[in-house]
């Protein structure tokens, strides 16, 4: 049966204008830009077919340009998507320039046919080259399976562009868009195979960031955006279980806001949320890379502090925070306030990282800072009290 390539791009444009609609009614409202970046993408390509089916028939020159120009915007949207998914990609400094150079050498060398079509499709098929090896070696964790699927449909359709360019441009074999030549056929069906797997691979990419999202949303205390006690102890005995193995310290430190209860009496429950937002905050601000800080309980919080060197790292914690509550609470919640601390460090000289040890150290390491932080509150509230290290 012989294929008809104008019902080929008639069916591709269709389908990318129907999953143009989809997308955004699947994803929902409050997407991430790598979502909107994605959904931007398939628009782009609906509109670069649309465009070069109807410059057919009319504005030959400027739909055609349309065409290219949004071709070349889909797949830099497809690479700001997978910035955004995988981490900073190779290329992102030059890409935008390759983008913008494939339309406008288009629409220049328009009246040369040969020109034109070389141009477009060889420098579509490197930033199709390019956006496919932005799906390799992620910087954030991500699933092989759905960065492999829409690489190999980059690839493909890369090669398939390539040789539609060579042949337009070195031979005669091409000589119009329309042109039944196997080459033109196979990118035809290409595109519509790796645009219903390539949708596949971006809804996968979603799905997975959102599952992310939701995991560490179980992980997160809503009202102070710190970590809860189940993402404290997490990420604490990772932190636990590094320092074992490299023969490390780790301070713990509780916390806890000076008559808090009065607080909420005198000046609401609003007003209370607010001071624990504002304390966390600035207790994520006193901390360092490596270190953990959550919230355990009610007005109560805890910090690790990761490379510890000695009781030290727990003075210096405490009067970097004082110093900033003191200097912004006023202004912050209208009054200041302060809070009482205890600190102590574990100094392992065996190590011994298996999960229920490391698990034991932590509850052992906290109820010791948190012994301490009952004797600062028994001696006068407002200072920290330290104890001694063990290993």
Not at 3 to 23: E, I, K, P, Q, R
Not at 60 to 81: E, K, M, N, V
Not at 336 to 365: I, K, N, Q, W
Request: hydrophobic share 55%.
């Amino acid at each position: 049966m012989a294929l008809d390539f104008v019902t080929l791009l008639a069916v591709t444009a269709t389908n990318l204008a129907m999953l143009s609609v989809a997308l955004p009614l699947i994803m929902g409202r409050g997407v991430s830009r790598a979502a909107r970046c994605a959904q931007a993408s398939v628009a782009l390509q609906a509109l670069s077919w649309a465009a070069i089916i109807a410059s057919s028939h009319l504005w030959d020159r400027a739909l055609s340009t349309l065409s290219i120009g949004s071709a070349a915007a889909a797949q830099w949207a497809l690479f700001a998507a997978l910035q955004e998914w995988l981490g900073p990609r190779p290329g992102r400094r030059w890409l935008p320039w390759l983008a913008a150079a494939i339309p406008i050498g288009y629409a220049l060398g328009f009246g040369h046919y040969g020109f034109r079509v070389g141009w477009s499709n060889l420098l579509l098929a490197v930033l199709l080259t390019v956006v496919a090896r932005a799906t390799l070696l992620p910087l954030q964790p991500s699933p092989r399976r759905w960065r492999l699927l829409l690489c190999a449909c980059l690839v493909a359709m890369a090669g398939l562009t390539g040789a539609r360019g060579v042949l337009g441009a070195f031979t005669d074999a091409y000589p119009s868009f329309r042109t039944p030549h196997p080459v033109n056929l196979a990118a035809a069906l290409a595109a519509n195979v790796t645009l219903v797997l390539g949708t596949v691979a971006l809804l996968v990419a979603w799905r997975t960031e959102a599952e992310d999202k939701l995991r560490a949303l179980a992980k997160t205390d809503a009202l102070t955006g710190v970590l809860n006690r189940r993402g404290f102890d997490v990420r604490g005995r990772a932190l636990l279980a590094h320092a074992l193995r490299h023969g490390l310290r780790v301070t713990a430190v509780m916390l806890d806001v000076d008559h808090f209860k009065r607080v909420n009496d005198q000046h609401g429950h609003g007003t209370g949320d607010h001071v624990l937002a504002f304390f966390a905050q600035l207790l994520q601000d006193a901390t360092r890379t490596g270190d953990v800080a959550g919230r355990i309980g009610g007005e109560e919080f805890a910090v690790l502090l990761a490379h510890a060197p000695g009781d030290r790292a727990a003075e210096s914690f405490d009067r970097r925070l004082r110093a900033r509550l003191a200097a912004e609470s006023p202004a912050a919640v209208g009054f200041p306030f302060g809070y009482s601390a205890g600190a102590a460090t574990l100094a392992a000289a065996a190590p011994d990282a298996r999960e229920a040890a490391v698990a034991a150290l932590l509850a052992d390491l906290l109820a010791r800072a948190d012994d301490a932080l009952y004797e600062a509150k028994r001696g006068g509230r407002g200072r920290l009290q330290v104890r001694d290290a063990a290993g």
